[in-house]
């Protein structure tokens, strides 16, 4: 087949994605999404369990103080709310990158760097503006820093095929470091022992949402998760890097700037991981110390990838995560375990996540649904014979 047939053929695959035959309703199709990706947790959890009997402790105790402490009390929800705004705003930045079928694995450096800079020009901008001009301002602030930090990796990328995973890793680890030196220099507080920029005064932090202790974070963490889906599913856009990500060689053959897409997609992700810095550093600190670093990239880089890129998939997928994040701590200390347990217990449910998605690359677990579909048909047929 030629060059050309290929690439109709991938644009008329990706076309079809979006515009194909009749498909099962939303609701249904994504319910069975988030039964198939539910299975692995499943799996984890158990495994969780059985390390927990190995060392002598109750998995179910732990379990449901992990559940009762990160969503079952009022302050524990609060609390898992909170968490998730930064989480569901990185994980926007990651659906972004990877429909374009590029591995933006360096959202750390990202979000790390963005946070810095938010949290060093915070207290000084505040000296000379008014806080509700401030507060927008910082949000674009992180979200253009988070976004100029994409800059060279996809250069390298669109323009010399450069290996994105390289150089994204090489860019983290220099904008980790660049954000530990401008704390520690140019936006060094000298009113505390510790390294750390100026503190944001409490009260002008992100507002609250009336009647709670949740601040709007999480309203712009679900107004950006929307706006991806729209842009995915509803633009042409959004076609594009569909297009992009299934082929590089189909995009070019459609008449798809992929240059142009590769640079775009990369900002826009990088964008939206600074973003989440910034809601994180304005709605919950007020200030970053030095060598702070949640490093809550690379688990929601596995996340977003094993729920195949599906919004309505990685919400659930993520809120999750935050409850084992906050209930998990104290489910812990209960337990008298290091904290390092919950990266055991997600390092566990992300391997028979990639374990599952393996054996469903490899035709497994569908022959294994058709054999037992084969036997479940053929009981009748047995029982009327028998007749």
Same mark, same amino acid.
């Given at each position: 087949?030629?060059?050309?047939?290929?690439?109709?053929?991938?644009?008329?695959?990706?076309?079809?994605?979006?515009?194909?035959?009749?498909?099962?309703?939303?609701?249904?199709?994504?319910?069975?999404?988030? $039964?198939?990706?539910?299975?692995?947790?499943?799996?984890?959890?158990?495994?969780?369990?059985? !390390?927990?009997?190995?060392?002598?402790?109750?998995?179910?105790?732990?379990?449901?103080?992990?559940?009762?402490?990160?969503?079952? %009390?009022?302050?524990?929800?609060?609390? %898992?709310?909170?968490?998730?705004?930064? !989480?569901?705003?990185?994980?926007?930045?990651?659906?972004?990158?990877?429909?374009?079928?590029?591995?933006?694995?360096?959202?750390?450096?990202?979000?790390?760097?963005?946070?810095?800079?938010?949290?060093?020009?915070?207290?000084?901008?505040?000296?000379?503006?008014?806080?509700?001009?401030?507060?927008?301002? !910082?949000?674009?602030?992180?979200?253009?820093?988070?976004?100029?930090?994409?800059?060279?990796?996809?250069?390298?990328?669109?323009?010399?095929?450069?290996?994105?995973?390289?150089?994204?890793?090489?860019?983290?680890?220099?904008?980790?470091?660049?954000?530990?030196?401008?704390?520690?220099?140019?936006?060094?507080?000298?009113?505390?022992?510790?390294?750390? %920029?100026?503190?944001?005064?409490?009260?002008?932090?992100?507002?609250?949402?009336?009647?709670?202790?949740?601040?709007?974070?999480?309203?712009?963490?679900?107004?950006?998760?929307?706006?991806?889906?729209?842009?995915?599913?509803?633009?042409?856009?959004?076609?594009?890097?569909?297009?992009?990500?299934?082929?590089?060689?189909?995009?070019?053959?459609?008449?798809?700037?992929?240059?142009?897409?590769?640079?775009?997609?990369?900002?826009?992700?990088?964008?939206?991981?600074?973003?989440?810095?910034?809601?994180?550093? $304005?709605?919950?600190?007020?200030?970053?110390?030095?060598?702070?670093?949640?490093?809550?990239?690379?688990?929601?880089?596995?996340?977003?990838? $094993?729920?195949?890129?599906?919004?309505?998939?990685?919400?659930?997928?993520?809120?999750?995560?935050?409850?084992?994040?906050?209930?998990?701590?104290?489910?812990?200390?209960?337990?008298?375990?290091?904290?390092?347990?919950?990266?055991?217990?997600?390092?566990?449910?992300?391997?028979?996540?990639?374990?599952?998605?393996?054996?469903?690359?490899?035709?497994?677990?569908?022959?294994?649904?058709?054999?037992?579909?084969?036997?479940?048909?053929?009981?009748?047929?047995?029982?009327?014979?028998?007749?």
């Amino acid at each position: 087949m030629s060059d050309a047939a290929r690439g109709t053929a991938s644009v008329a695959g990706a076309l079809g994605s979006v515009a194909g035959a009749p498909a099962p309703s939303a609701g249904r199709r994504w319910g069975r999404a988030l $039964l198939r990706r539910a299975a692995p947790v499943v799996y984890g959890l158990i495994a969780g369990g059985i !390390l927990l009997l190995l060392m002598g402790k109750n998995p179910v105790a732990f379990y449901w103080t992990t559940l009762e402490s990160g969503l079952l %009390t009022w302050s524990g929800l609060v609390q %898992t709310i909170i968490r998730l705004a930064p !989480l569901l705003l990185m994980s926007a930045g990651f659906i972004v990158a990877f429909q374009a079928g590029l591995w933006n694995i360096g959202g750390d450096g990202q979000f790390l760097l963005a946070a810095a800079v938010v949290a060093g020009l915070g207290a000084p901008a505040l000296g000379v503006m008014p806080f509700w001009l401030v507060l927008p301002l !910082l949000c674009l602030v992180g979200f253009l820093v988070g976004g100029a930090w994409t800059v060279v990796p996809s250069l390298m990328k669109a323009y010399y095929g450069m290996n994105e995973i390289i150089t994204t890793l090489m860019m983290a680890f220099i904008g980790i470091n660049l954000a530990n030196i401008l704390i520690k220099g140019p936006f060094l507080s000298h009113e505390t022992l510790v390294p750390q %920029t100026a503190v944001i005064p409490f009260v002008y932090l992100l507002w609250y949402i009336p009647g709670t202790h949740i601040h709007v974070g999480i309203v712009i963490a679900l107004v950006a998760l929307a706006l991806v889906h729209f842009v995915q599913t509803r633009t042409a856009y959004g076609l594009r890097l569909r297009i992009l990500g299934a082929s590089p060689r189909a995009a070019l053959h459609a008449g798809i700037s992929v240059k142009r897409d590769i640079v775009t997609a990369f900002a826009l992700s990088g964008g939206l991981i600074g973003l989440a810095a910034a809601v994180e550093v $304005l709605g919950v600190w007020g200030y970053v110390r030095a060598d702070w670093n949640p490093a809550f990239g690379m688990t929601l880089f596995a996340i977003v990838f $094993l729920a195949g890129l599906d919004v309505l998939v990685v919400i659930p997928f993520v809120f999750f995560f935050a409850v084992i994040q906050i209930g998990g701590h104290e489910a812990a200390r209960q337990a008298g375990l290091p904290n390092d347990f919950l990266l055991v217990l997600i390092g566990l449910i992300l391997f028979f996540m990639v374990l599952t998605e393996w054996a469903r690359t490899r035709g497994w677990l569908g022959r294994l649904r058709g054999r037992h579909a084969g036997s479940v048909a053929a009981a009748p047929e047995e029982a009327v014979t028998d007749g």
